[in-house]
């Protein structure tokens, strides 16, 4: 599938669009066309490394949609949206984030076009434990605005017919290189690195709750570059179709993740927990892990990083040479000689 013609992919100077482009220079692929906005951010330094054949604006990309200028394109992998949680312009949200989706799955469906889209795992609300992805949508509570946006257009798809012939992923969460321009949206990788260079200490949310000790809430933590593998595998699937959850399969502890940065800086751990936000307490979920039945049926071959390998590698060649994903260290080849 992707060997048919020019790539699209929208939200490309973010974490993961930039990410997934990498990957794709690494494949062999430069037939890529990228939209995006680029605001007053810092992510365009995410395209500088990157090879492809054009840039669009992300409105511009929406104008062309009426006309024949993509004809070029014949696969879809749509990462383009406002991903903060905290976002309260609801109208904002859903021209960006629904209304746009739904116009260009339409032109993709329309054209016998590969469409791949970002949902997100956020859409499962407050729901805890091992989350599955064949859960019915209409029972599904997302508990932020960013979440709902992405819910309605599962639904769209569901209600329409399309998610028999188009994939959504529900990426889990998703940490690695490329994030600088995220502020606060950024992962507790990024966070925590900051603060062990700012501070020498993290700062984690203590628990609420006896079963679980603090900095024990568990998460499904993904590194950047096996998402975007996985990615590409089930894009390049035709017959590969629904609603798919994105993650490593295994629940670890804020405190898994967040020592292995210490250690990659050689300092010693410092972990001071802080109460949780009042606001945050009835949302928050305490353990969180994405099953992984239907993809490992679509993509047999998703595999993960180690968790402590992945922290470790973010760290130490990309966080501490301030190196985007592209620039890495050239290697000298071994040659076979001997001294």
Known sequence: MLDRGTILVTGGAGFIGSALIWALNQAGHERILVADVL???????????????????????????????????????????C?????????YLIRNNFDYTKALCEWALGRNVRFVYASSAATYGAL???????????????????????????????????????????????????????????SMVHKAFQQVVDTGRVQLFSSDRPEFADGHQRRDF???????????????????HGLLNVGAGTAHTWLDLVRPVFDALGRPPQ????????ELRAKYQYSTCASLVRLREADPDHEVT???????????????PQRRLGEEQARPAATGATR
């Not at 991903?83 to 109208?91: C, L, Q, V």
């Not at 972990?271 to 009042?278: G, K, S, Y």
């Not at 968790?307 to 501490?320: G, S």
Request: net charge negative; hydrophobic share 40%; with cysteine.
């Open 39 to 81: 605001d007053r951010s810092e992510k365009w330094r995410n395209l500088v490394p990157l090879r492809f054949d054009d840039y669009l604006e992300a409105e511009w990309l929406r104008q062309a949609l009426d006309r024949s200028t993509l004809d070029h394109v014949r696969t879809v992998i749509h990462l383009g949206a």
């Open 83 to 91: 991903s903060s949680t905290t976002e309260s312009d609801g109208a």
């Open 128 to 186: 805890e434990g091992t989350l599955r992805d064949d859960l019915e949508l209409a029972a599904l509570r997302p508990l932020n605005l960013y979440a709902y946006s992405k819910h309605l257009f599962d639904l769209h798809a569901q209600r329409c017919g399309y998610l028999d012939r188009i994939v959504g992923l529900k990426y889990f969460n998703v940490f690695g290189p490329n994030e600088n321009h995220k502020g606060p949206m950024r």
């Open 222 to 240: 993904l590194y950047v570059k096996d998402a975007v593998r996985t990615t590409l595998r089930i894009a390049d699937r035709d017959a590969v």
């Open 271 to 278: 972990i001071e927990f802080v109460p949780m936000p009042t």
């Open 306 to 320: 180690p968790l402590v390998q992945a922290v470790t590698e973010c760290v130490r060649e990309y966080l501490v």
